[in-house]
């Protein structure tokens, strides 16, 4: 599968997010060319702060590897990671992530551009458009 058909899966888990009234950010992990964990943002439903898409698809990972590194898997994430998402990622050893939005405001790109792990590719921009209107979409309706 591409770049794009994986988006397309992080986007799914994205519209469940939205649809259970959570902030849109959808997330699979790719292991070997299988999709190896799919989550979203859990904030609301967990009362937890820190149960981000990210975060929850490197726990459901690392259990599927029974590993906590995951040097051989690629993150698809809807919206670029924040601070807190990029320090675990780090930790995780994950070889690419890839992301569809930037996010000015909390990503990590802006606030701590060096949180990844030195050897981890970054793609950033896949299906870009369609996953900031899901996020103005659900910040619209909220408003």
């Known amino acids: 599968m591409t ?8 986007l799914i888990e994205a519209k469940q997010a939205f649809e259970e009234g959570e902030v849109p950010v959808g997330a ?17 439903r967990l009362t937890d702060v820190t149960a981000h898409a990210e975060m929850q698809a490197i726990t459901a990972a690392a259990n599927a590897l029974g590993g906590k590194y995951l040097t051989d898997c690629t ?5 670029e990671p924040c601070v807190m998402c990029a320090g675990a990622l780090a930790w995780a050893q994950l070889s690419r ?4 939005a930037s996010d000015p405001k909390r990503g990590f790109s ?34």
């Open 97 to 100: 992530i890839v992301y569809g």
């Open 3 to 10: 770049d794009q058909e994986y988006m397309q899966k992080a």
């Open 75 to 79: 993150l698809y994430v809807t919206v």
């Open 28 to 44: 699979v992990i790719v292991c070997r060319d299988r999709i190896i964990a799919r989550a979203h943002n859990l904030t609301e």
């Open 110 to 143: 802006v606030f701590a551009p060096n949180a990844l792990h030195p050897r981890t590719e970054v793609t950033e921009g896949v299906l870009a458009e369609e996953c900031a209107n899901l996020m103005k979409d659900f910040f619209q309706r909220r408003r």
